[in-house]
């Protein structure tokens, strides 16, 4: 029996995540889930660890009051509130979209900027304010900060398989899945094309193209001398000279998940 058996959210995009035992699906993914993202302060442009791999050392969580509670090695917490929705927008893009979005204020910018050693703002997605999924054409089909689509689901086997070939054990988290299947066949989930888990519906929309962050320990932030996993993967999951692992998810309902329920493949 396929079984959902984890849950991760990445409540900044490119800080580290955190597991959950059930999470809420809204209208952009997993609630909290790549809302919030750390811009260049001169030019908008975003930040994460293929350029600052310091960022996999960054603890961004979700509050319960919908805001973000910061820590670090060195410097002191800090709780950052939910910026107003449509106060002190800055402009920024992801992948070429543009996106207008609320800064969170100077005290996070200066807190983040200290951490990572450039002058960076932090902002923040609310609903309205996404942007449409790369290719789509229903507009309601929206995505945060996220590269492309709402969510990412790999099979616990795939990484299991993945592993053996490179000769030691890969931590998932360096693949920053939202969803994590175990039952299945290795790369079973690339044959997916609509899922159930649940009450909630998703589509398979594509693979998960990969890059050098798969190569960052997420433990320590340091690159793999080797090059590894994206060594290995390239032998054997490279198509039109791009590397997949893993397979992007848009949720076609909204409701509740939690570790250990069934996955159903509709088709």
Not at 41 to 59: D, H, I, K, V
Not at 77 to 87: I, Q, R, T, W
Request: hydrophobic share 40%; charged share 25%; proline share 6%.
């Amino acid at each position: 029996m396929l079984r959902l058996s984890s849950l991760y959210r990445f409540p900044m995009k490119s800080a580290k995540g955190e597991p959950l035992q059930q999470a809420q699906v809204d209208a952009l993914g997993l609630a909290g889930d790549r809302r919030w993202m750390l811009v260049d302060a001169e030019n908008g442009r975003f930040l994460t660890q293929r350029a600052f791999p310091r960022m996999s050392q960054l603890s961004a969580l979700w509050n319960a009051a919908g805001g973000l509670s910061l820590k670090a090695e060195g410097l002191p917490d800090l709780d950052v509130p939910l910026p107003e929705p449509d106060a002190n927008l800055r402009g920024t893009f992801v992948w070429g979209a543009p996106m207008f979005v609320p800064d969170a204020g100077d005290e996070a910018a200066q807190w983040l900027s200290g951490f990572l050693g450039k002058a960076c703002r932090l902002v923040q997605v609310p609903e309205h304010r996404a942007r449409d999924i790369p290719g789509s054409l229903l507009p309601e089909e929206k995505v945060g900060f996220a590269d492309g689509f709402p969510l990412l689901l790999i099979g616990q086997a795939s990484l299991d398989d993945l592993s053996a070939r490179v000769g030691r054990p890969l931590e998932m988290l360096r693949f920053r899945p939202n969803l994590v299947v175990e039952g299945s066949e290795a790369y079973a989930e690339d044959g997916w094309t609509r899922i159930r888990i649940g009450g909630v519906e998703f589509s398979v929309a594509k693979g998960c193209s990969r890059c050098i962050l798969t190569t960052i320990d997420p433990a320590t932030g340091e690159r793999s001398a080797d090059r590894e996993p994206l060594t290995t993967l390239k032998g054997y999951r490279e198509r039109e000279g791009e590397v997949y692992f893993g397979q992007n998810l848009i949720n076609r309902s909204n409701g509740v998940l939690e570790v250990g329920m069934a996955v159903e493949v509709l088709e």
